[in-house]
């Protein structure tokens, strides 16, 4: 599931609608891959996504022992 965001979430851009970071899509997307970059989240929403990432990667971990 992704986390919501809303141009209070930016540090810097600004977003046309209420938008979803997918930490678990963050692993599979290469940066010459993106097509624009519309902003920058704020530090307290970069340490939300930071946070679900590690948890993901945790679970994922205990899956696969």
Known sequence: SGIKG???DL????LKKESFV????????VRNR???KIGKLNIE???E???KLNLDIQL???QNP
């Open 11 to 14: 540090q810097t851009g600004k």
């Open 49 to 51: 996504v930071i946070q």
């Open 34 to 36: 993106a097509i624009k």
């Open 6 to 8: 809303d141009n209070s």
């Open 22 to 29: 997918k930490p678990s899509k963050i692993l599979t997307n």
């Open 45 to 47: 929403k970069t340490g």
């Open 60 to 62: 994922e971990n205990d």
